[in-house]
């Protein structure tokens, strides 16, 4: 099986972290690695919270009723529900 390698997700694309390291998790049924999850650091926290306050008061999400964020995050929860 090939490990898989899993990136953060800033700012609406793929960011490798800026610390360069990864974490490898291992099957628990084959005890093999499966896959290489990013190891973020303060670098990468600082970048994720940049993105979200730049989403919330620039990209119209806080500008949003609270009524029309909630339809929002249920119709999303229920697409993830389905999966």
């Known amino acids: 099986m090939a490990v898989r390698r899993f990136t953060h997700f ?6 490798e972290p800026a610390g360069g390291r990864y974490l490898s998790s291992e099957d628990p049924a084959t005890g093999q690695p499966w896959a290489e999850i990013a190891q ?3 670098a990468d926290a600082d970048a994720a919270m940049r993105s979200a ?3 919330f008061t620039e990209r119209g999400w806080g500008t949003l ?9 249920t119709s999303l929860a229920d697409l ?3 999966r």
Request: no cysteine; aromatic share 0%; glycine share 16%.
């Open 40 to 42: 973020g650091d303060a």
């Open 53 to 55: 306050g730049t989403a």
């Open 10 to 15: 800033i700012d609406g694309a793929d960011a």
């Open 65 to 73: 009723p609270g009524e029309e964020r909630a339809a929002m995050l």
């Open 80 to 82: 993830l529900e389905a």
